[in-house]
């Protein structure tokens, strides 16, 4: 049955691109085709209902997601901190499906044939498309850090930089470790996924060991030179909450793990803790790394910031944490959202013959908890320069908190509730 | 012969021009980088406390946006933001807000 369904749906795909390449000849006309979608996060599902709700159906979009729900990053150091649970960041697929009839698919894509323009399933079988979006977020460079590099070590020393299981795993890590234990967040250099997201983490732990294990301490291993967003704010609230509690450490990178001691290798020292959380470098997600898309460092996806298409494989976009960054841009979910909104737009332009947007603009808010309530955040705003061919922070826009407040925590809720209502409701 | 350069050049142009045209979705474009806190097509959440732009009054739209620029209206995040669009992308915002239901 469900085969049945999946050939049918491909032929009214087929059918629809057909439809597309003569409108593409004709220069013109209403879009229409099939768009595979592969990932749906931040970037992943905003696309795909983008590209229902402004096709007004007429483009046919498949989703393929290898877990069964989302489960948002932004909001899970609060589940971490023990302020939030995982219910409150965990939301169906349901709404892409029934709203906005978009087949949700949960699969893992294992190849993609840029030819063909088809790609293949774990699950076997596989599908064709007129565009295909890769927004598989990152996967992490275990091979960095050898100790770490097999399924037992990351069992026991966590990374929970992607929300889920690891999320649940190391709020059980803290709460079973005893007063007066140390906690340690171990940073990789940037660029990483969610530049203040260790911080904020930071402060989340020690204000749990504040009011739970006041004899416990948080120790940051930051590989970076210095605190890489907000740093002000940060190393203020760290001062007028934390002190005593949280240390800072720069030029701090993990090279290695000694796992049955809970051990962090330094260059030129160790650190031990009760609980060892490193975040490994990263970089783009397995299936946009090896289809043959030009990358920048080995890493991250060179893209075409007028439509989000790989710059060397046309028809292959690529949104999100996985791409090499415009500058200044950070690697977010809120600009993961801002990168399916362009590549929306510009998917229905090609379908219908026509240039993408030439002046797109993408922007960026984030919110950092300090504390249970109040928040700090950093925006900015990004315009298309024709020059540089890319998108450039506008100077004079965007900006910090002026101070920690409570204000920004009700906001930090509220951007929560709309940009999740953004892309799956 | 001398003609085809001259109209490669002509052709060189129009397509030059056609490329920098204004896109006609350009206001929706534009209004859909607010949606992250202000709601897709300006319908916030309700009870999330941020402002649904649906509907409202193109006027009172872009008052609301010079204030938050020149410092009158005092924000958090709003006054930084307003600031990274031209004066044309904010009517184009404005515009597409309220004409949403």
């Given at each position: 049955?469900?085969?049945?369904?999946?050939?049918?749906f491909l032929?009214?795909?087929?059918?629809?691109g057909?439809?597309?390449?003569?409108?593409?000849?004709?220069?013109?006309?209403?879009?229409?085709?099939?768009?595979?979608?592969?990932?749906g996060?931040?970037?992943?599902?905003?696309?795909?209902?983008?590209?229902?709700?402004w096709?007004?159906?007429?483009?046919?979009?498949?989703?393929?997601?290898?877990?069964?729900?989302?489960?948002?990053?932004?909001?899970?150091?609060?589940?971490?901190?023990?302020?939030?649970?995982?219910?409150?960041?965990?939301?169906?697929y349901?709404?892409?499906?029934?709203?906005?009839?978009?087949?949700?698919?949960?699969?893992?894509?294992?190849?993609?044939?840029?030819?063909?323009?088809?790609?293949?399933?774990?699950?076997?079988?596989?599908?064709?498309?007129?565009?295909?979006?890769?927004?598989?977020?990152?996967?992490?460079?275990?091979?960095?850090?050898?100790?770490?590099?097999?399924?037992?070590?990351?069992?026991?020393?966590?990374?929970?930089?992607?929300?889920?299981?690891?999320?649940?795993?190391?709020?059980?890590?803290?709460?079973?470790?005893?007063?007066?234990?140390?906690?340690?967040?171990?940073?990789?250099?940037?660029?990483?996924?969610?530049?203040?997201?260790?911080?904020?983490?930071?402060?989340?732990?020690?204000?749990?060991?504040?009011?739970n294990?006041?004899?416990?301490k948080?120790?940051?291993?930051?590989?970076?030179?210095?605190?890489?967003?907000?740093?002000?704010?940060?190393?203020?609230?760290?001062?007028?909450?934390?002190?005593g509690i949280?240390?800072?450490?720069?030029?701090?990178?993990?090279?290695?793990?000694?796992?049955?001691?809970?051990?962090?290798?330094?260059?030129?020292?160790?650190?031990?803790?009760?609980?060892?959380?490193?975040?490994?470098?990263?970089?783009?997600?397995?299936?946009?790394?090896?289809?043959?898309?030009?990358?920048?460092?080995?890493?991250?996806?060179?893209?075409?910031?007028?439509?989000?298409?790989?710059?060397?494989t046309?028809?292959?976009?690529?949104?999100?944490?996985?791409?090499?960054?415009?500058?200044?841009?950070?690697?977010?979910?809120?600009?993961?959202?801002?990168?399916?909104?362009?590549?929306?737009?510009a998917?229905?332009?090609?379908?219908?013959?026509?240039?993408?947007?030439?002046?797109?603009?993408?922007?960026?808010?984030?919110?950092?908890?300090?504390?249970?309530?109040?928040?700090?955040?950093?925006?900015?705003?990004?315009?298309?320069?024709?020059?540089?061919?890319?998108?450039?922070?506008?100077?004079?826009?965007?900006?910090?908190?002026?101070?920690?407040?409570?204000?920004?925590?009700?906001?930090?809720?509220?951007?929560?509730?709309?940009?999740?209502?953004?892309?799956?409701? | 012969?001398?003609?085809?350069?001259?109209?490669?050049?002509?052709?060189?142009?129009?397509?030059?021009?056609?490329?920098?045209?204004?896109?006609?979705?350009l206001?929706?474009?534009?209004?859909?980088?607010?949606?992250?806190?202000?709601?897709?097509?300006?319908?916030?959440?309700?009870?999330?406390?941020?402002?649904?732009?649906?509907?409202?009054?193109?006027?009172k739209?872009?008052?609301?946006?010079?204030?938050?620029?020149?410092?009158?209206?005092?924000?958090?995040?709003?006054?930084?933001?307003?600031?990274?669009?031209?004066?044309a992308?904010?009517?184009?915002?404005?515009?597409?807000?309220?004409?949403?239901?």
């Amino acid at each position: 049955m469900m085969l049945m369904k999946r050939r049918d749906f491909l032929k009214v795909g087929a059918a629809a691109g057909a439809m597309a390449s003569l409108y593409g000849c004709a220069g013109g006309g209403k879009a229409s085709g099939h768009v595979v979608v592969v990932g749906g996060g931040y970037g992943g599902a905003t696309i795909a209902k983008y590209l229902r709700m402004w096709s007004e159906g007429s483009v046919q979009v498949t989703l393929i997601e290898r877990n069964p729900t989302f489960i948002s990053c932004p909001i899970s150091n609060l589940v971490i901190g023990g302020q939030k649970t995982m219910e409150d960041i965990t939301i169906s697929y349901d709404g892409l499906k029934n709203k906005w009839g978009v087949r949700v698919i949960q699969d893992d894509v294992v190849a993609v044939n840029t030819e063909k323009r088809s790609i293949s399933l774990a699950k076997g079988g596989g599908m064709n498309y007129d565009r295909l979006v890769l927004s598989p977020g990152v996967d992490f460079m275990f091979d960095q850090i050898p100790g770490l590099n097999n399924a037992d070590a990351q069992s026991k020393i966590l990374h929970a930089w992607k929300a889920g299981a690891q999320t649940v795993a190391l709020r059980k890590q803290l709460e079973n470790m005893k007063d007066g234990g140390t906690y340690a967040i171990a940073i990789p250099k940037a660029p990483y996924r969610c530049p203040p997201g260790p911080y904020e983490r930071a402060c989340l732990v020690a204000n749990y060991f504040k009011q739970n294990k006041p004899k416990s301490k948080v120790v940051i291993l930051d590989a970076n030179e210095d605190v890489t967003s907000k740093k002000g704010l940060f190393t203020k609230a760290w001062s007028d909450l934390y002190k005593g509690i949280i240390e800072y450490r720069n030029n701090s990178e993990v090279k290695d793990v000694d796992v049955a001691n809970n051990t962090a290798i330094l260059e030129f020292d160790k650190f031990k803790a009760d609980v060892l959380n490193i975040i490994p470098p990263h970089r783009a997600g397995d299936i946009a790394a090896k289809s043959g898309l030009k990358l920048i460092n080995n890493r991250w996806v060179d893209v075409n910031w007028l439509s989000m298409e790989s710059t060397n494989t046309p028809g292959v976009h690529v949104l999100g944490d996985a791409i090499f960054p415009a500058p200044t841009m950070p690697k977010s979910g809120h600009m993961a959202n801002q990168h399916g909104k362009l590549a929306a737009a510009a998917i229905l332009n090609q379908l219908a013959g026509q240039e993408p947007n030439p002046t797109p603009v993408v922007m960026n808010t984030c919110y950092s908890f300090v504390d249970a309530k109040n928040v700090i955040h950093v925006a900015s705003v990004h315009q298309y320069d024709e020059v540089t061919k890319t998108v450039q922070p506008v100077k004079g826009a965007g900006g910090v908190s002026m101070a920690r407040n409570e204000i920004e925590g009700k906001a930090a809720i509220g951007w929560a509730r709309n940009i999740w209502a953004d892309m799956l409701t | 012969m001398k003609l085809l350069p001259a109209i490669a050049a002509l052709s060189l142009v129009a397509v030059t021009s056609a490329a920098h045209a204004a896109d006609p979705n350009l206001g929706r474009n534009l209004a859909a980088t607010c949606a992250n806190c202000h709601g897709t097509n300006g319908n916030a959440v309700e009870g999330a406390g941020m402002d649904s732009l649906a509907g409202m009054d193109k006027a009172k739209i872009l008052r609301k946006l010079a204030d938050y620029k020149s410092g009158d209206k005092p924000a958090t995040i709003m006054h930084q933001i307003s600031k990274g669009y031209t004066e044309a992308q904010l009517d184009l915002i404005a515009g597409y807000f309220a004409a949403q239901k």
